[in-house]
């Protein structure tokens, strides 16, 4: 009956301990205050022990034994292994900057001491105020006690330390997390802050080339214009994502400032199906591939200039096409990545920054006279409150 008994203690205990591990790491720990640690500590005792209670019942009811007449004296010394286990779980809490194999050696003594503790009041409790009937509590049962006790509090404890280490590390990777996404707001912020100053030097390029044709009164719209587009750039979130729409809205106030300077050469045609209007994609995205192709296609060219924006699904992926095609004919260079300019350059970044694995863009010549900016981006669809403002900013499908 002894030996059954013992078997039967370690047959519980492993199975306790078991559960434990699995049950609790599965567990959310995202709140790691001082308050919910210990709250949470004193369940997860609570839980251990009264899990090693019944377990211990049940192995009793298959040996034939029953755990009603002993349940009292259980719940007794169980209730003593509690508070003995919250002491043990508050000093090794106490020790958690301390190296592992420190807090492991400090729990082994503390375990000893508590399993001796415990079957000491267990073989009182037992022995003098209610006998066990057909077991004798001898010194070797004891002994089997006792190091059933240890087994349990020394794993309890290893439970413990790996359950802070957790903690630990599900907090470290957090605070990574956190500055990850800083660092990237910032970043994107600086190069979202880019556009702005790029795009002025070249609008106030026009605006002096205007006043030297004598053109005062189309330098006096185009500063309006651009007064009113960085009103509304400046305003604008550097890190929220636009409606293709509103982004082509926003496009179309860009050209009306050139077309003032070169209205008799600009011709524009918006390609965009209705189903993408819609999609999500970064602020100003297109203005420094609008911009490329405004100032190289008629940099390069005395002729006419026809600019196309398109837009196309490619699977789960966004396409957005700025074409510009001179009507000169003449030889295009072709453009290296590293030959990419300030406006395009910006763009890669933000697109490598904002979608590392599912962004890019692609710049070169199609035809001698034909150069094309291909910018692929995830599809994403707007949140349902976006819809609205979505269909009020949107662009109109062809402008001339």
């Known amino acids: 009956m002894n030996d059954a008994n013992d078997r039967m203690r370690m047959v519980a205990g492993t199975m306790v301990l078991g559960s434990f591990y699995r049950k609790t790491f599965d567990m959310d720990h995202s709140d ?14 609570l839980s251990f022990w ?4 019944f377990m211990t019942g049940g192995l009793w009811v298959v040996l034939g ?12 010394v169980s209730l003593v292994c509690v508070l003995i286990t919250l002491m043990i779980s508050h000093i090794v809490a106490m020790m958690r900057a301390r190296n592992i194999a420190a807090q492991v050696f400090v729990s082994a003594v503390l375990s000893i001491l508590a399993s001796t503790v415990a079957t000491t009041i267990d073989y009182h409790l037992f022995t003098y105020v209610k006998p066990a009937v057909g077991v004798d509590y001898t010194i ?6 006792l190091f059933y006790g240890v087994s349990l509090f020394f794993g309890w404890s290893c439970f413990f330390i790996a359950y802070m280490y957790n903690l630990k590390v599900r907090a470290q990777e957090r605070r ?6 800083e660092a990237l707001t910032a970043k994107m912020q600086a190069l979202y802050y880019q556009i702005n100053p790029h795009f002025l030097f070249n609008t106030l ?5 205007l006043i030297e044709e004598g053109a005062s009164s189309q330098a006096s719209r185009v500063v309006l214009s651009l007064s009113s587009f960085l009103r509304k750039t400046l305003e604008m979130d550097p890190l929220r994502d636009l409606a293709l729409s509103e982004e082509l809205a926003l496009q179309s106030e860009y050209l009306a400032i050139e077309k003032e300077r070169f209205s008799d050469r600009i011709s524009v045609t918006l390609d965009i199906p209705q189903e993408l209007r819609t999609a999500l994609v970064p602020s100003l995205i297109l203005q420094p591939l609008v911009e490329n192709a405004v100032k190289h296609g008629l940099g390069r060219s005395s002729g006419d200039l026809k600019i196309t924006i398109s837009a196309s699904q490619e699977e789960d992926r966004l396409q957005l096409s700025v074409d510009n095609v001179s009507d000169a004919g003449e030889v295009l260079p072709m453009v290296k990545r590293s030959g990419l300019g300030v406006g395009l350059a910006n763009v890669e970044e933000r697109v490598k920054a904002r979608f590392p694995e599912g962004g890019s863009l692609i710049a070169g010549p199609v035809s001698p006279a034909h150069f094309r900016v291909t910018l692929t981006l995830p599809l994403r669809a707007p949140a349902a409150d976006r819809l609205a403002d979505a269909a009020i900013n949107a662009a109109p499908a062809v402008t001339a």
Do not use: H, M, Q, W
Not at 50 to 53: D, I, M, S
Not at 140 to 145: A, K
């Open 176 to 181: 990574l997390a956190i500055s990850r996404e």
């Open 205 to 209: 390029n026009s605006i002096v080339g």
């Open 50 to 53: 009264a899990a090693e209670f």
């Open 140 to 145: 070797e049962n004891f002994c089997y006690t």
């Open 32 to 45: 790691t205050s001082a308050a919910a640690f210990f709250s949470r500590v004193i369940k997860l005792v």
């Open 65 to 76: 034994v029953n755990p009603v007449d002993y349940a009292p004296i259980k719940l007794v």
